[in-house]
């Protein structure tokens, strides 16, 4: 074998990688052969000095102990940002709730309006003057002039007292009474066996198209007119008490 065949083997024959044949063929020439000897020397100098632990870099314990910390903040910053998200999604979730729940009670709380629970105290107040015939009236009287003077002194304001259609809805009289924790006047007016009740109360600003409505049984007719809110309410029937409710705004708007 001539010398450029056993250089292309050295790497073989150093690494112990040739079979028997080719590393004798290998092993007789370098004995005869310097170039050839160096050369396998050299290439054992070289992976022997690769083997060499004084090549490798060894950091410091100083510089293991702050590139671990690196590390591990990186991973901490990862989970914390992780648990972060979760915390916010939690709290997301109750502000989320708390609205849930707040609408719901708002939505509750909400049930009758104002309207309503003057609706109600209009309708308890009618009962009540139906079970407690003598305290149905403080002034009798079918005289609209004998009933408006009487309220005079008593109230903050001057119910319209008026008699409308004589013959179909006579006055029965007039008595204080209260709406709404407020002093009001309870008109009283009869049709056929039918007891009438007509609150007036004082509330600025409530102009507005007279609503007919049925509550517990009472239609209940409302209306507005010059700062006054009107309640009629009885057990007669809507059509009555509508013809009732417009025979009295008609006298309201013609005697103010
Ligand atoms: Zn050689």
Redesign the pocket.
Known sequence: MG?EE?RELIDGYADRELDLVSSLSVER?MRV?D??NRAHHNLQALRSLMHDESLYFRPSAGLRKHIRSALRADVKIERNMRLASWRWLAAAASVALVVIASLTLVQRTKGPSAEDLLAQEVVSNHVRSLMEPHHAVDVPSSDQHTVKPWFNGKLDFSPPVENPADQEFPLVGGRLDYLGSRTVAALVYQRRAHVINLFVTERANDQRGATMETVQGFNVRHWGESGLSLWAISDLNAEELEDFGRKFEAAQRGGA
Request: hydrophobic share 35%; glycine share 0%.
């Open positions: 010398c056993i020439h052969c170039v050839c």
